[in-house]
């Protein structure tokens, strides 16, 4: 293993995604379709109040520090430390009333990886637009009673290969492929949402499946999201006349498991895993039209393939607008 | 004024209003139209209605309902009240897609109107403003009230249910008559 950044990411650039994978991108990407309701981290089934554009923006940090090898902590001589911020902006269209959404889903991303014993760190950061991602969410079922209702969705996402792919580091090597601001490559996703409400309780599951396919002779591993919500309305105890200022509470468990990636159609043993985040949330609604939001999610399980960089507690900062 | 009560009502009227007749009288009769006449509130009951942020879009699409002055959604109550300008109507019909397309579930509307009692091919109606009848179907004792009624102006209230009124095609509401007054 090289000591220095340059020849680290001489030898990352190709060969795998130097540990972060894409399982670590993932934050930045919203829930397919959330941009009408909570709750935060998971999707919901509604496809309601965006007869004009809607918009949704957050802003997702996370670190991934410490190396692990079958789950426990190693040492790593590197030291490496990946830094991802990303702000993410969503455009919503509701093509059909209350049957189909479409949108548009573009990041924002500030990356970085520090390296190197202390006093000769070295640095290597991207920032830039990252893909386009067109999303869909089609109404499926709705059971409709007095103050609950029952939905459920299926929906899609096209990601494109519009962001650049071709970032060095200070060898002139491009970086790992996981630092890129784009992946190359033309991926999609499909899943189905739940949604039931009860008066100012909330329930919602989601499960949705990535299939990412090759660029440049890698690829990153399909991956497997899991999402469960539970949301509480604590303000107003009573919600009398529409529009009432609102906050609610989450408490969402977030899923992924990742294959392993490919490079030249080998598996890359230090790539993929699972990973799990209990993400404590909080909502205020203070017009009719907008929202602010925030989540804390804690990596309470992570059992990632081979050697990889662990996950530090994601903080997730958005708002939500719906523009007439 | 005199008002029927429930009992009464229950006893000799059985009034059900057959939709939204969007029947273009005469201009002569439409110019002898009693000021004030018209609806003065439908109350759509919404199911589905717990998510206070995704009702949005409902409040959007009834305000675009033609007539529509004022929207009030009681969330608690699963109640989206709409009240029409002055002296107009509005087509339930509209009211019930724009809930649909709002996301959620239109069930019964409770109208309140103020009109004048006639008759169209034999059956019961409310002359409205504009022209605009509200059909009162056949049946108990409506036809006798309105003989004993007729040209005078009343406050009716009523829940729709979508009944298919025999021989009338195209407004398939039919109100049961809960409050019946004359209005002078």
């Known amino acids: 293993m090289t000591s220095t950044l340059a020849g680290y990411v001489r030898v990352a650039s190709r060969r795998f995604a130097g540990g972060v994978g894409m399982i670590g991108l993932l934050a930045v990407w919203p829930a397919p379709a959330a941009a009408q309701g909570p709750p935060i981290n998971t999707d919901n089934a509604f496809v309601t109040g965006l007869n004009g554009a809607g918009f949704r923006t957050f802003f997702v940090t996370f670190d991934r520090n410490d190396l692990r090898l079958d789950g426990k902590k190693i040492d790593d001589p590197l030291d490496r430390r990946v830094r991802i911020r990303g702000q993410t902006f969503v455009l919503p269209y509701e093509l059909v009333p209350n049957r189909l959404v479409v949108m548009g889903v573009l990041p924002y991303l500030d990356k970085a990886l520090e390296m190197g014993a202390s006093g000769n760190r070295q640095r290597v950061s991207v920032n830039g637009f990252g893909d386009l991602a067109l999303a869909a969410k089609l109404g499926i079922y709705q059971s409709d009673r007095p103050n609950r209702t029952t939905r459920a969705a299926l929906f899609g996402r096209l990601k494109l290969p519009t962001g650049p792919e071709d970032a060095v580091g200070p060898s002139g090597q491009p970086i790992p492929k996981a630092l890129q601001l784009g992946t190359g490559s033309v991926d999609s996703s499909a899943g189905v949402v739940v949604t039931h409400s009860v008066g100012p309780l909330g329930l919602g599951a989601a499960a949705a499946y990535d299939f990412n396919t090759e660029s440049d002779d890698f690829a990153f591993g399909d991956v497997l999201h899991y999402d469960v919500a539970l949301g509480y309305r604590i303000l107003p105890p009573i919600y009398r006349t529409y529009p009432a200022k609102q906050v609610n509470l989450y408490v969402e468990a977030n899923g992924a498991w990742s294959r392993r990636d490919t490079l030249a159609g080998s598996r890359v043993p230090e790539s993929g895993g699972w990973l799990f985040f209990l993400s404590p949330g909080i909502q205020f609604i203070p017009w009719a039209s907008f929202l602010v939001e925030a989540t804390y999610q804690v990596p309470v399980w992570q059992d990632l393939n081979g050697a990889q960089l662990g996950f530090e507690p994601r903080l997730k900062i958005g708002l939500r607008w719906l523009m007439y | ?184």
Do not use: W
Request: hydrophobic fraction near 40%; charge should be neutral; aromatic fraction near 4%.
């Open chain 2, 1 to 184: 004024m005199e008002i029927i009560g429930m009992t009464h009502l229950k006893t000799f009227v059985t009034l059900s209003l057959a939709g939204l007749l969007l029947l273009s009288l005469p201009q002569a009769a439409a110019a002898q139209a009693a000021p004030g006449l018209g609806m003065l509130e439908v109350i759509v009951r919404v199911d589905g209605l717990s998510c206070p942020f995704c009702a949005y879009g409902l409040e959007k699409n009834l305000r675009k309902v033609d007539n529509v002055a004022r929207v009030e959604l009681r969330v608690d109550q699963g109640r989206a009240v709409v009240t029409p300008k002055h002296g107009t109507s509005l087509e339930l019909g509209a009211l019930e897609r724009a809930v649909r397309d709002g996301g959620f579930t239109p069930r019964e509307l409770s109208v309140t109107a103020r009109g004048r009692l006639t008759e169209l091919n034999g059956a019961p109606a409310l002359e409205l403003s504009n022209g605009v009848l509200l059909l009162l179907a056949r049946g108990g004792q409506s036809n006798a009230l309105l003989e004993s009624s007729r040209g005078t102006v009343v406050r009716v209230e009523g829940v729709a249910s979508q009944d298919q009124p025999k021989g009338h095609n195209g407004h398939p509401y039919t109100l049961t008559v809960s409050s019946f007054e004359a209005a002078g």
